[in-house]
């Protein structure tokens, strides 16, 4: 079993849709939980980070966590043909593996005018 | 700031080469790890140091792959000898206070073994 899984891709909206990423993890300790977006032959690059239970909001992006079903999502609004990448969900692991970052597959998302 | 600085951007060697790759991290920073990404297998972390001592390199797939850090604004990820399936994307990437602070990633090194 995977210990970080993304929704199965890719995924496609029209432009000005809202985009829903989500995200499951395994390890019941972890504490930070992260989205990363990764262009096409570029390096992942933060988006989103959070910490606790509920929503975060950064301009047209909404980070969710549920940390009792261990579920993270990423919301886009608005969504923008500049948002098409892949986003990566990464989990920071707790207890002796303190320091790590567990990555999912990734999620390429596709926004079409 | 600078950013998390990784060199060569490419490199392409025959096999049976060695291999060396290189990382400065963010200053401040005292972690930093060593990833790899290919289509098949994803995001794959290799090995990752805090406070320039290695923690986990548990990732690192076979012994022809080392890394050190021998000081806290220099590390090197070697392979030697190379082979083709080592072609791949290698990542570096440093954080403070491991993982309750994101990890800020280099441009990478994209290595073509032949």
């Known amino acids: 079993q995977k210990e970080v899984e993304q929704n199965s891709g890719p995924l496609s909206v029209p432009e000005g849709a809202i985009a829903s990423l989500n995200c499951t993890y395994s390890d019941r300790v972890s504490q930070s939980f992260f989205w990363y977006r990764q262009y096409s032959g570029k390096s992942p690059e933060l988006i989103m980070s959070i910490y606790s239970n509920g929503d975060k909001e950064d301009g047209r992006f909404t980070a969710q966590l549920n940390k009792a079903s261990q579920y993270v999502s990423l919301l886009i609004r608005d969504s923008q043909p500049s948002d098409s990448a892949t986003y990566l969900c990464a989990v920071g692991a707790g207890g002796t593996s303190y320091g790590k970052l567990t990555f999912g597959q990734g999620t390429i998302l596709t926004v079409h005018p | 700031d600078a950013g998390v600085i990784q060199s060569p951007r490419h490199e392409v060697t025959e096999m049976g080469q060695e291999v060396t790759l290189r990382c400065k991290p963010i200053s401040g920073h005292d972690y930093l790890f060593w990833y790899r990404q290919t289509m098949m297998r994803g995001l794959e972390l290799l090995i990752y140091f805090n406070n320039n001592v290695p923690i986990d390199d548990s990732g690192m797939p076979e012994d022809r792959f080392s890394a050190k850090m021998p000081n806290a604004s220099f590390s090197t990820l070697k392979i030697q000898p190379s082979e083709p399936r080592d072609s791949a994307v290698y990542f570096c990437?440093?954080?403070?206070?491991?993982?309750?602070?994101?990890?800020?990633f280099g441009d990478g090194t994209r290595l073509s073994i032949l």
């Open positions: 990437a440093s954080s403070k206070r491991g993982g309750y602070q994101p990890q800020h």
